[in-house]
């Protein structure tokens, strides 16, 4: 069509990815919604992993690799091609993978692109990210009829500070929101999946898997966890490391805690 003309501008929207297919269909979704809002075309591409997707289960053909995206022929073609990193901090994928794949499609194909500022960047981002979130809480406490309820933000977990430091914010920004709109959350606070070893990782604790038994125990009983994941994968994905680590975590707390994810 005349969308992927000379001179059309287009956008990629790019998270890290994942091999389930969910993940995948949840960024195609993404990137209809935006070009249906912004009214220039974006094309979904993941920086790794979800070229290992099932093409069968996906329906509209195998999954983008940004690396790939950006030298077809809609890359070549158009007037300007911006990159829309979906990280939630400057992690080493924003600082390191975008990158490299942006100069990578500049040396085969001459592409040049824009690379925009990652979701959680700036005060802005925050408070976008604590918003959603809120939201979030907000329709599940009113849906399961919670009278209060403890709040933990889980992330992945990083390596990088920074990032770490975009998990604490918002779970800051979080507490101020939901107490603003009056719900009956007694705490909030932040945790993280996993970490790596040694102690140059210690900025990424408390880990959930030490955090959750604590706050059952101590807490309402009732325990939603606001997930800060761009998509269902196989961390916040059903079935994923998430689920895997409540089951665990709830193991040894009597009282029948309960726990809800957003």
């Known amino acids: 069509g005349d969308e992927a003309g000379e001179g059309a501008e287009l956008v990629v929207l790019t998270d890290n990815g994942s091999s389930r297919v969910a993940s995948t269909v949840a960024l195609r979704k993404l990137s209809a919604k935006l070009e249906e809002r912004i009214g220039v075309p974006v094309l979904a591409a993941s920086l790794k992993h979800s070229d290992r997707a099932s093409v069968e289960e996906l329906g509209g053909g195998a999954a983008l690799l940004l690396s790939q995206a950006l030298v077809t022929e809609e890359a070549a073609l158009a007037r300007s091609v911006t990159v829309l990193p979906l990280f939630l901090g400057p992690s080493r994928q924003v600082t390191g993978g975008v990158p490299s794949a942006v100069s990578e499609a500049r040396d085969i194909m001459g592409t040049e692109c824009k690379v925009s500022k990652h979701v959680g960047a700036g005060d802005d981002g925050v408070r976008a990210l604590a918003g959603m979130l809120s939201n979030e809480i ?125």
């Open 138 to 262: 907000e329709a599940l406490v009113k849906s399961e009829g919670l009278e209060e309820a403890d709040v933990i933000v889980v992330d992945h977990g990083s390596p990088s500070v920074q990032v770490t430091e975009v998990r604490d914010l918002v779970a800051d920004a979080v507490r101020g929101d939901v107490a603003e709109r009056g719900l009956a959350v007694r705490s909030v606070r932040a945790a993280s999946m996993e970490r790596g070893e040694g102690a140059k990782y210690d900025h990424t604790e408390p880990m959930l898997a030490s955090c959750l038994p604590e706050v059952a125990k101590e807490g309402t009983g009732n325990v939603v966890l606001a997930l800060l994941f761009i998509g269902p994968g196989t961390h916040a994905g059903e079935g994923g490391d998430i689920d895997t680590i409540c089951a665990e975590g709830l193991k040894g707390v009597g009282g029948g805690a309960r726990v809800f994810r957003t």
